[in-house]
């Protein structure tokens, strides 16, 4: 039997003239959680509606717990659940309304339905405000309503499009706990974001996608390994000043626009003694300096070019 909660293979997909995926191959362990980065454009939102039969691929082959998306799709959605950028909860509704029609619209009996309701309330925190409308609901209340109305049919598999984006970093740190709570439980977790922290803090594959393309798969500690290692990172005043403290270190690096130099170093307090006295040496000063050690924030950078404002759709 495969470990394959997700199954990808040369998945194509065109609007019009525009290739928005282009052949990527994809394989996500069950019960883990799998996170896909990219920049605006890159296909991240395509890729979570073929996967989730909301779209057609136009090639390659994709399976979901075990079924082929385009020959089984029914099947597909019996196992899986979606919860897209924007809340989808009615607000002329209260909590408990939204949960109850969502039981209502499910296979589940009367009496597995009430006790379901109750225990989502319970689960996601929403008791107090079960009989309000949801209205009336914060972000983080909202996206958390909409999670427990995608556990409704209690799915192994549940795509997480951005389900933090807007949410103040309390409420996201309270949904990466329950994020955590599904995947101990079994459940597996293809996650988007926009957040490379968050990613960092829960995936256990990451995936980079750019135009189109897979640039990068590893863990986090894998694609971090990708990138020199700690430097000490030092900011000038002046291009002159840079052009003079550059070729004083071997290896380093420099970006003229923001006027830094990075130099190669363990991070240690004689490494950094040593720069600052190589600078003082010849009669250089940097305005400021940090020690830098690379983070989820340089990979994406050094693999798509883009900053990490730009990692949203």
């Not at 082959?61 to 998306?69: E, F, I, L, N, S």
């Not at 996608?209 to 900011?235: F, I, M, N, S, Y």
């Not at 290896?251 to 990075?262: G, K, M, N």
């Amino acid at each position: 039997m495969t470990n394959s909660a997700i199954a990808v293979s040369g998945l194509r997909k065109a609007f019009g003239d525009k290739t928005v995926l282009d052949g990527i191959d994809l394989d996500v362990r069950r019960g883990s959680i799998f996170s896909l980065l990219g920049p605006n454009g890159a296909g991240k939102t395509t890729t979570v509606n073929v996967l989730s039969t909301l779209s057609k691929a136009d090639g390659g082959t994709v399976h979901v717990a075990g079924h082929d998306v385009a020959t089984e799709a029914k099947a597909v959605r019996a196992a899986i659940g979606v919860t897209g950028q924007f809340a989808a909860v009615d607000e002329l509704l209260t909590g408990q309304e939204n949960l109850q029609l969502m039981v209502d619209l499910s296979p589940v009996s009367a009496k597995d339905g009430k006790r379901m309701v109750t225990e989502l309330l319970e689960r996601f925190d929403l008791v107090e405000s079960a009989q309000k409308p949801a209205s009336t609901y914060s972000g983080g209340m909202r996206r958390k309503l909409d999670l427990a109305m995608t556990l409704v049919g209690d799915p192994r598999i549940i795509f997480l499009d951005e389900p933090t984006t807007g949410l103040d970093p309390r409420s996201r740190r309270t949904m990466w706990t329950i994020i955590r709570e599904l995947v101990a439980g079994g459940v597996t977790i293809f996650l988007t974001t926009q957040y490379l922290e968050e990613a960092d803090q829960l995936a256990d594959q990451i995936a980079v996608l750019d135009q189109g393309r897979l640039v990068a798969q590893g863990t986090p500690d894998e694609l971090k390994r990708q990138l020199p290692g700690t430097h000490v990172q030092l900011r000038f005043t002046s291009v002159s000043e840079l052009d003079a403290a550059a070729p004083l270190f071997s290896d380093s690096t420099r970006d003229d626009e923001s006027l830094l130099l990075r130099v190669p170093s363990d991070g240690g307090t004689k490494s950094l003694r040593a720069v600052l006295d190589r600078l003082d040496e010849y009669s250089l000063s940097a305005e400021e300096f940090s020690v830098h050690t690379p983070d989820l924030d340089d990979v994406f950078l050094a693999l798509t070019g883009h900053t990490t404002k730009d990692v949203a759709k």
